[in-house]
Antibody, heavy 116, light 108 residues
Framework: EVQLLESGGGLVQPGGSLRLSCAASGFTFSRHALSWVRQAPGQGLEWVSAITDSGTGTYYADSVKGRFTISRDNSKNTLFLQMNSLRAEDTAVYFC?????????WGQGTLVTVSS | EIVMTQSPPTLSVSPGERVTLSCRAS??????LAWYQQKPGQAPRLLIY???TRATGIPARFSGSGSGTEFTLTISSLQSEDFAAYYC??????????FGQGTKVEIK
């Protein structure tokens, strides 16, 4: 069974940092691009970032460019999102998803709350 | 950036009814459009890609149509498990893959 499991969310103060992880199983991880999508409380979906299968190509929404960094470890079947200089408006559930730009399989998400 | 507009924001429907959801793009996205379903507290699920191709395991009662700027998701006979929010996403001008604001299908 294909599975994606996010972790690393939590409460962080404005200006702080957080690193999200997404552990994958059930498919050949290194053959798929991966994405992060977020959803603010009670709101719609917002694409955040994507990375190619090899990790050599990375892409970001303007709202997070320069603050967030996407990466992956194909030896450990894990996707990461390093989030720096966090703002209140970054508060959301963060989903990892397999493939890009069509998001074929989604994880259950991890909640990030930015508040003092 | 392409803006995706979905209508209506909320749709009240009885089980068994036919449902039509609309998605409009601010400029042409060809057929590079996907639909996702999201139930409360759950992750989204891919329903349709390429405007009209059902994803693996998606029942035949779900169908997508359209191209250019106007798209439709149709549920031929609404089942109880179909009450959810539905989002369209364009990926013609990517990044970013912009989403519509969603349509919530609720029980009438």
């Amino acid at each position: 069974e294909v599975q994606l499991l996010e972790s690393g969310g939590g409460l962080v103060q404005p200006g702080g940092s957080l690193r999200l992880s997404c552990a994958a199983s059930g498919f050949t991880f290194s053959r798929h691009a991966l994405s992060w999508v977020r959803q603010a409380p009670g709101q719609g979906l917002e694409w955040v970032s994507a990375i190619t299968d090899s990790g050599t190509g990375t892409y970001y929404a303007d709202s997070v460019k320069g603050r967030f960094t996407i990466s992956r470890d194909n030896s450990k079947n894990t996707l990461f999102l390093q989030m720096n200089s966090l703002r209140a408006e970054d508060t959301a559930v963060y989903f990892c998803a397999r493939d890009s730009p069509i998001l074929t399989i989604w994880g259950q998400g991890t909640l990030v709350t930015v508040s003092s | 950036e392409i803006v995706m507009t979905q209508s209506p924001p909320t749709l009240s429907v009885s089980p068994g009814e036919r449902v039509t959801l609309s998605c409009r793009a601010s400029q042409s996205v060809s057929s590079n459009l996907a639909w996702y379903q999201q139930k409360p507290g759950q992750a989204p699920r891919l329903l349709i890609y390429g405007a009209s191709t059902r994803a693996t395991g998606i029942p035949a009662r779900f169908s997508g149509s359209g191209s250019g700027t106007e798209f439709t998701l149709t549920i031929s006979s609404l089942q109880s498990e179909d009450f959810a929010a539905y989002y369209c996403q364009q990926y013609n001008n990517w990044p970013p893959g912009t989403f519509g604001q969603g349509t919530k299908v609720e029980i009438k």
